[in-house]
T-cell receptor, first 113, second 114 residues
């Protein structure tokens, strides 16, 4: 799926700061960050609709999302913890109203050492 | 709260035989949308099927599912398994109003053996 691109695809961090980037070319209004830990389903972290944050799940404060425009999404991570090791998926949907199909990006695999 | 229960763990099927992955749910939503997502190894989840209409069969890529509100089920089926069907399958539901969260089941790993 090249219509939702994420970078970097892989990163290995100590207790450092890093930002994940996502861009979608589907013309969707809603964008999401999901975290998928090993052998678990994706878990919603944040949902933006038309650049407004409308869902903010129980996520550690070291994760800060940013939506500079409706096609781009960033996730700033500060002082990562080993429990943050996971794949972070960006996703989009036509609107932020529930019931829409989610389209996922390729994911960014974070390994915390 | 809402919950989705899937066939647990690993399902192994011989190529050419039928596949059935179970999915049942509990929800307080009045109107709901159901999904089956498939995730191949080291790839992102992708939608396989979607339905919000009771008792209507939905088909895609040889798979089919029918939402049965009377039994709170949305089982995934295929008449003849292919090796390429080996993947992790998630059943998921959401309400259809507001910004409700998509609730995933725990996933079922399907392995098709020759």
């Amino acid at each position: 799926n090249t219509k939702i691109t994420q970078s970097p695809r892989y990163l290995i961090l100590g207790r450092a700061n890093k930002s994940l980037e996502c861009e979608q070319h589907l013309g969707h209004n809603a964008m999401y960050w999901y975290k998928q830990s090993a052998e678990k389903p994706p878990e919603l972290m944040f949902l933006y609709n038309l650049k407004q944050l409308i869902r903010n799940e129980t996520v550690p404060s070291r994760f800060i999302p940013e939506c500079p425009d409706s096609s781009k999404l960033l996730l700033h991570i500060s002082a990562v913890d080993p429990e943050d090791s996971a794949v972070y998926f960006c996703a989009s949907s036509p609107t932020g109203v529930s019931g829409n199909t989610l389209y996922f990006g390729e994911g960014s695999r974070l390994i915390v050492v | 709260g809402d919950s989705v229960t899937q066939t647990e763990g690993l399902v192994t099927v011989t190529e050419g035989l039928p596949v059935k992955l179970n999915c049942t749910y509990q929800t307080t939503y009045l109107t709901i949308a159901f999904f089956w997502y498939v995730q191949y190894l080291n790839e992102a989840p992708q939608v396989l099927l979607k339905s919000s209409t009771d008792n209507k069969r939905t088909e895609h890529q040889g798979f089919h599912a029918t939402l049965h509100k009377s039994s709170s089920s949305f089982h995934l089926q295929k008449s003849s398994a292919q090796l390429s069907d080996s993947a992790l399958y998630y059943c998921a539901l959401s309400g259809t109003e507001g910004a409700d969260r998509l609730t995933f089941g725990k996933g079922t790993q399907l392995i098709i053996q020759p």
